[in-house]
């Protein structure tokens, strides 16, 4: 099976695909082209298949001289925001967990629909203080970063007041493993399972969960956060990805609506949560 670039390399990709447009349509060859700023022969070739980024300079020269500086400004937006979609924990955590969980607020308080699906884990919108600590204990743990705690879980218990300010949406969908991934002792659990029967009594927010038996339409995935439809945030193993090119985050629109066909709401989810209290 082929290893599937990631969205920022697919990012990049399709920038370049839209430079070697321009280029083309401007009756250009790349070797023309190289020769116009006295570039390498190949910096054309690495720019268009995505093996280097084009500076902003190299942007404005490109477009000058393809004569598509109406193009200029389009072209610099998206090749900055590919820059900032990938960012890796480590530089992300480099001043704490604290600062990181804080730096989600803006996003979060701007944001008047929030989709969330999560696989393994209860999202932090809805932890309780015992599991939140838990879970970024292991965080700090695993990544050997600097012990922010006790402050960490404090900023990330502080974000939840969005839950009850504001005019927000929330439409979420767990897979029913969630409920069931032992985080802290069987207390924590308990006390998190309930927190996530109040939660879900509130008007304002739809909880949906996948039972972990039923047919499926489409499979698990990493974790991802729709913010209306501009931004999506995807948390993997050694790096989040911020996405807002539209094309992409239709994908997970999509993907979002199949997995909410496929959870049960009301009493069903009730019934699988207070199975899993039973279980413990």
């Given at each position: 099976?082929?290893?599937?670039?990631?969205?920022?390399?697919?990012a990049k990709e399709?920038?370049?695909?839209?430079?070697?447009?321009?280029?083309?349509?401007?009756?250009?060859?790349?070797?023309?082209?190289?020769e116009v700023w006295?570039?390498?022969?190949?910096?054309?070739?690495?720019?268009?298949?995505?093996?280097?980024?084009?500076?902003?300079?190299?942007?404005?020269?490109?477009?000058?001289?393809?004569?598509?500086?109406?193009?200029?400004?389009?072209?610099?937006?998206?090749?900055?925001?590919?820059?900032?979609?990938?960012?890796?924990?480590?530089?992300?955590?480099?001043?704490?967990?604290?600062?990181?969980?804080?730096?989600?607020?803006?996003?979060?308080?701007?944001?008047?629909?929030?989709?969330?699906?999560?696989?393994?884990?209860?999202?932090?919108?809805?932890?309780?203080?015992?599991?939140?600590?838990?879970?970024?204990?292991?965080?700090?743990?695993?990544?050997?970063?600097?012990?922010?705690?006790?402050?960490?879980?404090?900023?990330?218990?502080?974000?939840?007041?969005?839950?009850?300010?504001?005019?927000?949406?929330?439409?979420?969908?767990?897979?029913?493993?969630?409920?069931?991934?032992?985080?802290?002792?069987?207390?924590?659990?308990?006390?998190?399972?309930?927190?996530?029967?109040?939660?879900?009594?509130?008007?304002?927010?739809?909880?949906?969960?996948?039972?972990?038996?039923?047919?499926?339409?489409?499979?698990?995935?990493?974790?991802?956060?729709?913010?209306?439809?501009?931004?999506?945030?995807?948390?993997?193993?050694?790096?989040?990805?911020?996405?807002?090119?539209?094309?992409?985050?239709?994908?997970?629109?999509?993907?979002?609506?199949w997995l909410q066909?496929?959870?049960?709401?009301?009493?069903?989810?009730?019934?699988?949560?207070?199975?899993?209290?039973?279980?413990?």
């Open positions: 099976m082929s290893v599937q670039p990631n969205p920022s390399q697919r399709d920038l370049g695909i839209r430079l070697r447009d321009i280029r083309k349509d401007a009756r250009l060859t790349g070797r023309a082209l190289a006295d570039w390498h022969h190949t910096k054309v070739s690495k720019i268009e298949h995505a093996v280097t980024s084009p500076s902003d300079d190299d942007l404005q020269k490109w477009c000058h001289a393809c004569k598509a500086d109406d193009q200029l400004d389009d072209l610099v937006a998206s090749a900055r925001a590919i820059e900032s979609m990938y960012v890796e924990w480590r530089r992300a955590w480099r001043f704490g967990l604290k600062h990181n969980q804080r730096t989600r607020n803006a996003l979060h308080e701007r944001s008047k629909l929030l989709r969330i699906y999560e696989p393994g884990l209860v999202p932090g919108l809805f932890q309780t203080a015992e599991y939140a600590t838990t879970v970024l204990s292991r965080v700090i743990e695993f990544n050997q970063i600097r012990n922010d705690l006790d402050e960490a879980v404090a900023a990330r218990l502080d974000r939840q007041r969005f839950l009850y300010s504001g005019d927000r949406r929330f439409l979420v969908v767990l897979e029913e493993q969630a409920l069931k991934t032992r985080v802290g002792d069987a207390e924590t659990m308990h006390c998190q399972l309930d927190r996530l029967l109040v939660v879900m009594s509130l008007p304002w927010v739809s909880l949906g969960i996948i039972p972990a038996m039923s047919e499926r339409k489409i499979w698990t995935s990493a974790g991802f956060w729709i913010f209306d439809k501009g931004t999506v945030r995807v948390e993997t193993p050694s790096a989040e990805l911020t996405i807002t090119q539209r094309g992409e985050i239709a994908v997970y629109e999509k993907r979002f609506a066909e496929m959870a049960v709401y009301g009493v069903g989810t009730k019934n699988l949560v207070r199975r899993a209290m039973e279980e413990l």
